[in-house]
Antibody
Framework: DVQLVESGGGLVKPGGSLTLSCATSGFIFSFYSMHWVRQAPGKGLEWVSSITGSSKFISYVNSVKGRFTISRDNAEKSLYLQMNSLRAGDTAVYYC?????????????WGQGTLVTVSS | QSVLTQPPLVSGTPGQRVTISCSGSSSNIGSQTVNWYQHFPGTAPKLLIYGDDQWHSGVPDRFSGSKSGTSASLAISGLQSEDEADYYCAAWDGSLNGWVFGGGTKLTVL
């Protein structure tokens, strides 16, 4: 079974930094594109960033460009999201999501999420 | 304001058929395939439909997806109380170079 377990969330002050991690199992991690998707309190789902299996192609939603960095360690089967210059609007549950077919089909298999709260 | 537009609320009675619409543009739905997700608050979202109309493994065929032009729809037939959840559409947007989601539709089973 596909398993995705996020960690690293917590309370951080505006302007601070946080790194989220996603430990994976149950599939050949290096073959699949991965995503981060978030949900702010009372709001809908918002795609944040994607990375291909080889890390060759990376994309971000405009609101986090220049502040967030997605990365992966295929040997460790882990996905990361480095978040800098955090704002109150970044407060959300962050989900680690696996692509459906290698690099096609879109976000498919979701972790349980980790809560990031940005507040003074 | 979401790039994809969904009705915020949809309701139906047990056994009824309901549809949830998702409106986009030529840069997303009009040129890319659509996924549909079911989300019970506090849990991980689940993929229902991918590639416009393909069932994800284990999804009952009471759920079906369709698309025409720049709009897509999720139909749920034989509505059950356990279908009460939030539903989201999503598609890749070639202009934004990223995935875009609808604002979500809360389905209430009366």
């Amino acid at each position: 079974d596909v398993q995705l377990v996020e960690s690293g969330g917590g309370l951080v002050k505006p302007g601070g930094s946080l790194t989220l991690s996603c430990a994976t199992s149950g599939f050949i991690f290096s073959f699949y594109s991965m995503h981060w998707v978030r949900q702010a309190p009372g709001k809908g789902l918002e795609w944040v960033s994607s990375i291909t299996g080889s890390s060759k192609f990376i994309s971000y939603v405009n609101s986090v460009k220049g502040r967030f960095t997605i990365s992966r360690d295929n040997a460790e089967k882990s996905l990361y999201l480095q978040m800098n210059s955090l704002r109150a609007g970044d407060t959300a549950v962050y989900y680690c999501v696996r692509e459906y077919f290698y690099d096609a089909g879109g976000p498919a298999f979701w972790g349980q999420g980790t809560l990031v709260t940005v507040s003074s | 304001q979401s790039v994809l537009t969904q009705p915020p609320l949809v309701s139906g009675t047990p056994g009824q058929r309901v549809t949830i619409s998702c409106s986009g543009s030529s840069s997303n739905i009009g040129s890319q395939t659509v996924n549909w997700y079911q989300h019970f608050p506090g849990t991980a979202p689940k993929l229902l439909i991918y590639g416009d109309d393909q069932w994800h493994s284990g999804v009952p065929d009471r759920f079906s997806g369709s698309k025409s032009g720049t709009s897509a729809s999720l139909a749920i037939s034989g509505l059950q109380s356990e279908d009460e959840a939030d539903y989201y559409c999503a598609a890749w947007d070639g202009s934004l170079n990223g995935w875009v989601f609808g604002g979500g539709t809360k389905l209430t089973v009366l």
